[in-house]
């Protein structure tokens, strides 16, 4: 299912309001940057228990309501594919639905994701910030190299500029999400050619070749 | 009946056992298969392993692709039910705020207990692991030695079924031929690791875990464990042959449906149900034992939790195998006129000696495993290589600065991608995002492995357990307050498992992943970590320092045993699982032998 479209100039407006109100807090933000967790709804859902059924497969929603706007959503499903984009070998991350699974997470009522909650939020937000103050464009709307612009200046935490560490680390934790809700979907597993999860006759261990191209033998 | 009710649960057993796991089930199996009329009681629920293991499900499968929550702490297709480092409305507490000092207690609220989960690593303890003082001066000796214990540790391993090899090592015992499954063959970062250790001096060896690599014997293993018994031959024989050899498919930590690898609710409960001999009531929480005038135990009083009413059976004796702490936390609710301090503690010993395992770990990146053609790596499941401890000389030497060993054990390979495969990935790329990080993804899968040092703890005084004043479980029991501190040799101890891995990783061409921790204290696993819970209820040679004597029967009250870890005297580096089943055993030949005689 895709997100409904906002009326795009109403949301270019917001933003820019949002800019010109959070410049002032820019400072303040900086260190809070996604730490503000009074403004953010809070997660009052229930857990899946310390019985829950092991045998189901669950989907994103099944446990607990998701929680991403249509336009985090949208904004999390484009960061999905420029972390993951689709190529020869397999599909781009949100087209196995993992920007659901990170919406899963933020809104899981359980600690660790809980403190992810304002990191992703927040740094989806900035992405859009950030992509209407260079390119006037949401970060979903922006062509690839506006999106890698922004990315590669806080894709890794050792080179990023210390004004834009908290959204280093957003994107790592962003990364680590995407990439790990990814390859545990059969595409993934099938791209990254894990071959294993299925009952064998027999257990031969790794071909005597490899063995002895590697010098193990 | 084999499943009852506080309703229909007989009037008086042979034998009242609380708990189900390890301990219990092995209890259960050799009494009922020799006739003895048991009640297993089981504070948690049923568990139907045939219908309730997720033995192909992916990740994907599962809520927050499996991670592990509060609900679930090892993720959630982990055969966990009811358990982990906290249950809701039975807490424990520390007697220390200091983080160092607490004791993290897994527990596990379900048929079968933590033997679902478990990693199935089953080693022997060896000739001097039971008499560890007369060794080195420290900790206790137990009663018995090796010899005794080796006849039970033959036929605990004919019955689960254990995969491994007999290399002739130093403490590091045999099993008797044919007693072995063939070990499986190593994977490629098992077979790096080897010639690594070769390197730097670290024998690496076929593992030893209780995983089927081929059918039961049915036909030869039934008369040997079961001499004169045509009964309990027959059932072991067809249970048997209902279990099939492992498949090379899904971790055993969420259970195994075709039985391949051991858990009491697969390999225990089964031929002792057949027996007709045997009574599980579940959701019993046990809370007290009860005595007669002349300070013999009568049964167990429970509370059902399915209703909250008490209930009670009674038993000629009373097993108890809740889990070491547990059942030390029995003991001392069970306070008497005659016990005051609680029951079968005339020494004062009870919830003293409380032991865990040490446990440190480091892992590596290696440029040979990446870019590999696809193979299938999962094997048993868990770890076919590893390194038992290979210093004994240097240590007694006093070479070392700790008086005790660890065993290695070995991670790694293109296991089953997991949620958090990536993270730290970006410290190796730089920070790789989109078709970069897709082709960092297919070189560097697979090319970690790592290691997970298990080391012994010498008991001391400083690590027990007791009843705390003021807290109780929703219940009404009082709960157990936990003290604890690592001496140096633990301490030291993780610290040289820091350096060996370091070397190991360095001597199979690898990097270290993050830092060595060469502080041992930084390096150490808090107490209670690894899950290797024993002491408590030491056995010893009399009356005045130790619980139990060498049957694991209180010395106060002859008609107690404990079966769990709890007599433990020491805790030797290897896993404890083995050793606890094969105790139980000789124990409940104890008292079938004290049956017959008339003697309780």
Redesign the interface.
């Known amino acids: 299912m895709n997100a409904p479209e906002l009326p795009r100039i109403d949301r270019r407006e917001a933003v820019k309001w949002m800019m010109t109100a959070a410049a002032g807090m820019m400072l303040a933000r900086q260190r809070g940057f996604g730490a503000d967790p009074a403004t953010l709804a809070p997660i009052t859902a229930k857990g899946y228990g310390t019985d829950p059924d092991l045998i189901k497969t669950y989907n994103p929603g099944d446990l607990w309501p998701l929680t991403f706007t249509a336009a985090q959503r949208r904004t999390a499903a484009a960061l999905c594919d420029t972390i993951i984009p689709a190529d020869a070998h397999s599909p781009a991350a949100s087209a196995v639905g993992v920007h659901d699974f990170i919406d899963e997470w933020v809104s899981a009522p359980y600690p660790e994701q809980q403190k992810d909650r304002p990191v992703i939020l927040d740094g989806l937000a900035w992405l859009d910030a950030e992509s209407q103050r260079r390119f006037e464009v949401d970060f979903a709307d922006a062509v690839q190299r506006q999106k890698t612009a922004i990315c590669d200046e806080i894709c890794f935490e050792p080179d990023a500029k210390p004004e834009l560490l908290q959204q280093a680390k957003f994107f790592t934790r962003f990364r680590d999400l995407t990439a790990g809700g990814f390859y545990t979907t059969p595409e993934g597993m099938k791209d990254l050619r894990y071959v294993g999860n299925v009952p064998l006759a027999t257990f031969d261990g790794p071909p005597q070749e490899v063995i002895e191209k590697l010098g193990l033998g | 009946m084999a499943f009852v009710t506080p309703a229909t649960a007989k009037e008086k057993y042979d034998v009242v056992i609380v708990g189900s796991g390890a301990g219990g089930g092995q209890a259960a199996y050799t009494l009922t298969m020799e006739g003895a009329k048991v009640l297993i009681l089981e504070a948690g ?1 049923n568990y139907d392993v045939a ?4 033995m ?12 592990g ?4 702490n090892f993720g ?2 982990d055969a966990t ?4 480092w906290q ?2 409305g039975e807490p424990y507490t520390s007697a220390s705020p200091e983080p160092e000092r607490e004791f993290k207690w897994w527990r596990s609220r379900m048929l079968g207990g933590r033997t679902n989960h478990w990693a199935r690593i089953a080693l022997r303890n060896g000739f001097y692991d039971f008499k560890p003082h007369s060794r080195d001066g420290l900790g206790f000796d137990w009663p018995i030695s090796y010899e005794d214990v080796a006849p039970y540790y033959d036929k605990v391993e004919m019955l689960i079924g254990v995969y491994g090899t007999n290399e002739g090592l130093e403490n590091t015992p045999d099993s008797p031929p044919g007693v072995l499954h063939p070990a ?5 970062s098992e ?2 690791t ?2 690594g250790g070769r390197k730097v001096g670290v024998p690496i060896i076929p593992a030893h875990r209780a995983v089927m690599t081929q059918r039961m014997d049915h036909e030869r293993i039934p008369a040997k464990l079961h001499p004169n018994n045509p009964k309990a031959q027959r059932i072991l024989a067809a249970d048997m042959q209902k279990r099939a050899a ?5 971790p055993c930590g ?1 259970g195994c449906a075709i039985r391949a690898n051991y858990q009491s609710t697969t390999v225990h409960l089964p031929p002792a149900l057949d027996t007709g001999n045997l009574d599980i009531l579940p959701n019993a929480m046990a809370r007290e034992i009860t005595l007669d005038e002349s300070g013999r135990a009568t049964g167990v009083t429970f509370i059902d939790k399915t209703t909250g009413a008490e209930g009670h059976v009674r038993g000629r004796i009373v097993v108890l195998a809740a889990s070491a702490c547990e059942s030390v936390r029995l003991l001392l609710n069970s306070k008497s006129a005659r016990f005051p301090q609680g029951l079968a503690n005339s020494s004062g010993k009870v919830g003293r000696y409380i032991m865990d395992t040490v446990g440190a770990g480091l892992g590596g990146q290696f440029s ?1 495993l990446e870019n ?9 499941g868990g770890m076919h290589l590893y390194s038992p401890w290979w210093l004994y000389r240097e240590q007694l030497a006093g070479k070392l600065g700790f008086a005790r060993g660890y065993h290695i054990e070995l991670y790694g390979g ?10 730290g ?2 410290k190796i790329t ?6 970069a ?2 082709e960092d ?2 070189r560097y ?1 697979g090319s970690f492995a790592g290691f997970s040092g298990r080391g012994e703890m010498i008991p001391n005084e400083n690590s027990f357990c007791e009843l705390d004043p003021n807290v109780k479980d929703k219940w009404g029991i009082p709960v157990l307050r936990f003290h604890w501190q690592w001496s140096e040799h633990e301490i030291r101890q993780a610290a040289h498992m820091q350096r060996t891995f370091a070397d190991l990783v360095g001597a199979m061409g690898g990097k270290v992943r993050g830092e060595p921790q060469m502080d041992g204290r930084k390096a150490i696993a808090k107490g209670g970590e690894i899950i290797h819970e024993v002491g408590g209820a030491i056995m010893g040679a009399d009356a005045a320092t130790s619980v139990t004597n060498q049957w694991s029967q209180t010395w106060d009250v002859k008609n107690i045993f404990l079966t769990d870890g709890a007599p433990f005297a020491s805790n030797a580096d290897k896993n404890p699982t083995l050793t606890i089943m094969a105790l139980a055993w000789r124990a409940a030949d104890r008292m079938l032998d004290q049956l017959r005689k008339g003697e309780l």
């Open positions: 629920r219908k309730e293991t997720p192909f499900q992916t990740n994907r499968d599962a809520p927050l692709r499996g991670a929550t509060p609900d679930k959630f297709h039910i009811d358990g982990g249950v809701p499986p063959k190593p994977r490629l077979l790096l080897r010639k492992c498949f090379w498919a899904t969420r040979i590999l053609p696809p193979l299938n790596d999962d094997g048993t293109r296991t089953m991608p997991a949620g958090y495969m990536v993270a990935l970006d730089r920070g790789s995002y989109g078709h990080l897709k993804a297919r899968y």
